[in-house]
C-alpha cells in the first residue's frame, strides 16, 4: 500500500523536524548526530544559508524523506554541481521510489537556482545497498579522487609556524 508523499523545499520552520529525519538517518548508519535544532535553523535558513534541503512528507505531516544539499563550482567540469551530504528515506516508505523524487527535486532546484548540471554525493564503504541504489539511478564511482577531512587541532594549526 502506498500512502500520498508531498515533497517540498523545507522551510525555517522545518528545522525541529528536519534535524529529527537526519538523526534518524544518522542513527540508521551508526553515525553521532551533534547537530542541533538551532544549528539546523542557523545553516539551513539563516542569513549566511550553508545548505538547502527538501523534504517528503505524508499528508499528516509526517517526515518521511530528506535531502540535504549545497551548491558548488567544479572548474574540470566548468560547471556547477550539486553535493548532497545527506539523504534519508524513512523505512516504512522504501520500495516507493521516495529517494529517487528527493534526488530529482534537488536537480531541479539546483538547475534553476545555479544552472547546475551534475549531482554528487558521497557513500559509505560500508553501504553496498545504497551504492546499488545510486548505481541503479546512474550515478558512477569517481576513482580518481578521496574526500580528505582537516578538522579539529589540525584544522586550528592550519598555517600555523611549528
Same mark, same amino acid.
Given at each position: ?12 520552520g522545518?528545522?525541529?523536524a528536519?534535524n ?5 538517518l ?11 535544532d ?20 505524508t ?6 524523506g530528506?535531502?540535504?544539499y ?6 574540470? $567540469?566548468? +560547471? *556547477? ?6 539523504? #534519508?528515506?524513512? /523505512?516504512?516508505? =522504501? ?7 528527493? $534526488?530529482? +527535486? *534537488?536537480?531541479?532546484?539546483?538547475a534553476?537556482? #545555479?544552472?547546475? /548540471?551534475?549531482? =554528487? ?20 564511482p ?10 579539529g587541532e589540525?584544522?586550528?594549526?592550519l598555517?600555523?609556524?611549528?
Amino acid at each position: 500500500m502506498s500512502i500520498e508523499i508531498n515533497i517540498r523545499r523545507a522551510v525555517s520552520g522545518d528545522a525541529a523536524a528536519l534535524n529529527q529525519a537526519l538523526a534518524q538517518l544518522s542513527a540508521d548508519m551508526g553515525d553521532v548526530h551533534r547537530a542541533t535544532d538551532a544549528d539546523v535553523a542557523r545553516f539551513g535558513f539563516g542569513p549566511a544559508l550553508v545548505f538547502h534541503a527538501i523534504l517528503a512528507e505524508t499528508s499528516g505531516g509526517a517526515v518521511v524523506g530528506v535531502a540535504a544539499y549545497s551548491p558548488f563550482y567544479s572548474t574540470t $567540469l566548468g +560547471a *556547477v554541481g550539486i553535493y548532497v551530504s545527506d539523504l #534519508w528515506v524513512d /523505512g516504512s516508505t =522504501r520500495g516507493q521510489r521516495l529517494g529517487e523524487r528527493l $534526488l530529482a +527535486a *534537488v536537480r531541479d532546484a539546483g538547475a534553476a537556482e #545555479w544552472d547546475a /548540471g551534475f549531482i =554528487r554525493l558521497g557513500v559509505y564503504h560500508d553501504n553496498p545497498r545504497a551504492r546499488g541504489f545510486y548505481e541503479r539511478l546512474g550515478f558512477v564511482p569517481n576513482t580518481d579522487t578521496q574526500f580528505m577531512t582537516l578538522s579539529g587541532e589540525a584544522l586550528q594549526s592550519l598555517g600555523v609556524p611549528s
